[in-house]
């Protein structure tokens, strides 16, 4: 090492030079220390954020891979779940009236109508196995909501249930059954619904794929809450989910766009696009959070053709 010392300076003067220095050096590694210091700690700092952000992403993945899995082939029909369970079905329009009792109707269903041309057909699956009337019931209020009363600003309408059996695309002498049309031969039991369709908030334990209104178990802290839009017959949700904010929809002037910005704000939950295809054809009002279900006299007729 070598150091270079000023001949024209005494030696204390030379070793304060060197001081000076040194002062000078330690300042200015103390300086850099504790700017690595700092940039290590935003380093860290983001490397969290980016893994806090990549696990997001995954979650946002597998809850996306979940969602696709768990899509039904009755999900692009008219649907809903009875109180007892059991998946309800319907057309949403002559195609699709067609394709369903086509294809997916089975000898355990219950196939519900309307006498109105337009309406759609429903099937309440295994209903004559797995349910009772009950869900008959329900679906009834569904094929109400979604038959063609609704457009015309009715208040009830009359809904008929047969066995598979009974439906056939054979027609009478003399006559041809148009695309979504089917005869409909024996007796047919008759409900007078309203029409009245409604959506609610409900919570799922993702854990488990369990609904509740609430849920005070021991481990409900330990698997995730999800908020999710329910929908269907005012009497199904009052029954099944027990909850105490439903949004009742029922005929009006509002347009369809407007009654899902409507619903979407009072709910926050669920999207626009859903709610509106969820929702009856037509025109609609809310008419509050909730309201009393009701069914007329059951009655019976005769076969006839139905559209």
Same mark, same amino acid.
């Given at each position: 090492? &070598? @150091?270079?010392?000023?001949?024209?300076?005494?030696?204390?003067?030379?070793?304060?030079?060197?001081?000076?220095?040194?002062?000078?050096?330690?300042?200015?590694?103390?300086?850099?220390?504790e700017t690595v210091d700092r940039y290590k700690a935003q380093l860290n700092e983001l490397e969290s954020k980016q893994e806090m952000y990549? &696990?997001?992403?995954?979650?946002?993945?597998?809850?996306?891979?979940?969602?696709?899995?768990?899509?039904?082939?009755?999900?692009?029909?008219?649907?809903?779940?009875?109180?007892?369970?059991?998946?309800?079905?319907?057309?949403?329009? /002559?195609?699709?009236?067609?394709?369903? @009792?086509?294809?997916?109707?089975?000898?355990?269903?219950?196939?519900?109508?309307?006498?109105?041309?337009?309406?759609?057909?429903?099937?309440?699956?295994?209903?004559?196995?797995?349910?009772?009337?009950?869900?008959?019931?329900?679906?009834? &209020?569904?094929?109400?909501?979604?038959?063609?009363?609704?457009?015309?600003?009715?208040?009830? @309408?009359? @809904?008929?249930?047969?066995?598979?059996? &009974?439906?056939?695309?054979?027609?009478?002498?003399?006559?041809?059954?148009?695309?979504? /049309?089917?005869?409909?031969?024996?007796?047919?039991?008759?409900?007078?619904?309203?029409?009245?369709?409604?959506?609610?908030?409900?919570?799922?334990?993702?854990?488990?794929?369990?609904?509740?209104?609430?849920?005070?178990?021991?481990?409900?802290?330990?698997?995730?809450?999800?908020?999710?839009?329910?929908?269907?017959?005012?009497?199904?949700?009052?029954?099944?989910?027990?909850?105490?904010?439903?949004?009742?929809?029922?005929?009006?002037?509002?347009?369809?766009?407007?009654?899902?910005?409507?619903?979407?704000?009072?709910?926050k939950v669920g999207l626009i696009d859903e709610i509106v295809a969820a929702m009856p054809a037509g025109g609609g009002d809310i008419k509050?959070?909730?309201?009393?279900?009701?069914?007329?006299?059951?009655?019976?007729?005769?076969?006839?053709?139905?559209?």
């Amino acid at each position: 090492m &070598q @150091v270079e010392i000023d001949l024209k300076k005494s030696v204390d003067e030379n070793a304060g030079r060197y001081y000076d220095k040194a002062k000078k050096l330690k300042k200015k590694l103390e300086g850099a220390r504790e700017t690595v210091d700092r940039y290590k700690a935003q380093l860290n700092e983001l490397e969290s954020k980016q893994e806090m952000y990549e &696990q997001q992403e995954s979650e946002k993945e597998k809850k996306k891979a979940t969602r696709v899995a768990n899509v039904k082939w009755y999900h692009k029909y008219h649907w809903f779940v009875s109180s007892e369970g059991l998946v309800c079905v319907g057309g949403r329009d /002559a195609t699709q009236n067609e394709i369903l @009792v086509k294809k997916h109707m089975e000898k355990n269903d219950y196939v519900l109508h309307t006498d109105m041309a337009g309406s759609p057909f429903f099937l309440v699956k295994e209903g004559q196995v797995n349910g009772t009337e009950v869900s008959v019931e329900e679906c009834a &209020q569904a094929v109400a909501c979604h038959s063609r009363a609704w457009k015309e600003g009715l208040g009830t @309408v009359d @809904v008929f249930y047969v066995k598979p059996e &009974q439906v056939s695309k054979e027609a009478q002498a003399g006559e041809n059954l148009p695309k979504g /049309a089917f005869m409909v031969r024996g007796e047919t039991k008759y409900f007078h619904p309203e029409l009245k369709f409604a959506f609610a908030k409900n919570v799922v334990k993702e854990d488990e794929g369990e609904t509740s209104d609430q849920d005070n178990s021991d481990d409900s802290e330990e698997s995730e809450i999800i908020e999710e839009l329910v929908w269907g017959p005012l009497s199904c949700l009052e029954a099944r989910f027990g909850l105490s904010e439903l949004v009742v929809v029922v005929p009006g002037r509002e347009k369809k766009s407007v009654l899902a910005k409507s619903v979407l704000h009072k709910l926050k939950v669920g999207l626009i696009d859903e709610i509106v295809a969820a929702m009856p054809a037509g025109g609609g009002d809310i008419k509050g959070m909730k309201s009393k279900k009701g069914f007329g006299k059951r009655r019976t007729k005769g076969g006839k053709k139905k559209k």
